[in-house]
């Protein structure tokens, strides 16, 4: 189970913390990711990060914008997202990967939290 929180409102240039605590799988041997899904669009990769933390991945549009991190000791992944923008207003999903890896792929992801909105201003 998955349960993502830390979304809300915020301006254009500020800043929001999204958490995901995990429970009952194998939390730090999996690969995590944080995906979105704007209205009327289909969901797209944000961030990935292996199971160690030493691997992280991004996409181009929030790459240097966004940073995401793991606890392992707490079955935590976060997402820092600074400099926010109103194209990252979303609803923004975590998933627990079936690889160790970091990867983009959504397929390669097995389990989802419910999702947590964020909303940019201008």
């Known amino acids: 189970q998955l349960q993502a929180s830390g979304g809300g409102l915020v301006q254009a240039g500020g800043s929001l913390r999204l958490s995901c605590a995990a429970s009952?799988?194998?939390?730090?041997?999996?690969?995590m990711g944080w995906f979105r899904q704007a209205p009327g669009k289909e969901r797209e990769f944000v961030a990935a990060i292996s199971w160690s933390g030493v691997i992280t991945y991004y996409s181009d549009s929030v790459k240097g914008r966004f940073t995401i991190a793991r606890d392992n000791a707490k079955n935590t992944v976060y997402l820092q997202m600074n400099s926010l923008k109103p194209t990252d207003t979303a609803i923004y999903y975590c998933?627990?990967?079936?690889?160790?890896?970091?990867?983009?792929?959504?397929?390669?992801?097995?389990?989802w939290g419910q999702g947590t909105q964020v909303t940019v201003s201008s």
């Open positions: 009952g799988h194998t939390f730090s041997r999996s690969g």
């Open positions: 998933a627990t990967a079936t690889t160790t890896r970091a990867t983009s792929i959504m397929t390669d992801y097995d389990y």
